[in-house]
């Protein structure tokens, strides 16, 4: 019976061992492959580069805003794919007349480099400095997360002066969403980039819009409704029932964030309430 179970804490001990040399495989999945704006259904932008304090050349994609009036935002994607697959959002945004920065990380998209929390943060700051170079901060700056672009956004807007920040499908940290995804491992003690963001939010001065799909299997909702409630005010959440981790954009996602940042442009704030709704298809319902 002792060589069983000897035998099988080493079998864990390995897979514990595996897990922690391989975690960024299995955090990351870019897609290499360098997004032409025309072949991605973005013909009204523009590649452009930026290189990071590291001495990385990163390429992301822009479109400007209409006019002078309207904020830039600048939109940190997911885990997957690259900058082109969020094509849908960034027309949405576009369309409003808002200008659009699709940030492009290293090891996606064709950029050099490999991801880490640390080098994505260093990419994200130095987007923002672009956008600051051609006169995008402030009021003027919109700072848009989706799923552990979330991570990023949060952080970054702890740091800069924004007109309003955007969380898409966020979670409180990647070590909450590892440990509901594998119960069976010590992600606590195991993980290398953490993306803490429920540690940070209290420090966000700007006004707050979440999104996150109430049937997400990635991204747990609660742990969206428990960032909602760390975050100082003004903040508001959209909860959409019908919604996943990846297919907000069918459910409301755009309308949402336009609605959202026309209101504040009307205004030059947000409402200095809590928020908190669903949106079924056209119909919104504040819970009582």
Request: hydrophobic share 45%; with cysteine; aromatic share 8%.
């Amino acid at each position: 019976m002792l060589g069983w179970v000897v035998a099988a804490l080493s079998l864990y001990l390995a897979l514990c061992a595996v897990v922690f040399a391989f975690q960024r495989s299995l955090q990351y999945f870019p897609d290499r492959s360098i997004p032409i704006p025309a072949e991605v259904g973005l013909p009204a932008f523009r590649t452009v580069t930026v290189e990071t304090p590291d001495g990385l050349l990163l390429s992301g994609l822009y479109a400007p805003p209409r006019t002078e009036d309207r904020p830039t935002v600048a939109h940190f994607h997911g885990n997957a794919g690259h900058v082109g697959y969020r094509a849908e959002i960034a027309r949405t945004l576009h369309g409003a007349g808002y200008g659009v920065l699709l940030a492009g990380y290293r090891g996606y998209g064709g950029n050099p480099g490999k991801p880490t929390e640390r080098g994505l943060h260093t990419d994200g700051a130095a987007w923002l400095d672009w956008l600051v170079a051609r006169g995008v901060s402030g009021r003027r700056l919109v700072i848009y997360g989706e799923s552990l672009g979330t991570g990023i956004a949060v952080r970054l807007a702890t740091e800069r002066k924004a007109a309003a920040l955007v969380l898409e499908a966020p979670f409180t940290s990647i070590t909450d969403v590892a440990a509901k995804a594998y119960p069976f491992l010590p992600v606590r003690l195991l993980l290398l980039d953490r993306f803490d963001s429920l540690s940070r939010i209290a420090d966000v001065q700007a006004p707050l819009l979440i999104i996150h799909g109430e049937r997400d299997r990635i991204v747990p909702v609660a742990l969206g409704r428990q960032l909602f409630k760390a975050a100082p005010e003004p903040k508001k959440a959209v909860w959409l029932p019908r919604a996943g981790h990846n297919d907000l954009i069918l459910h409301g996602l755009g309308e949402a964030v336009v609605e959202y940042l026309d209101r504040i442009g009307q205004s030059g704030t947000a409402e200095p309430v809590i928020i908190e709704q669903q949106v079924r298809r056209g119909t919104a319902i504040i819970p009582k």
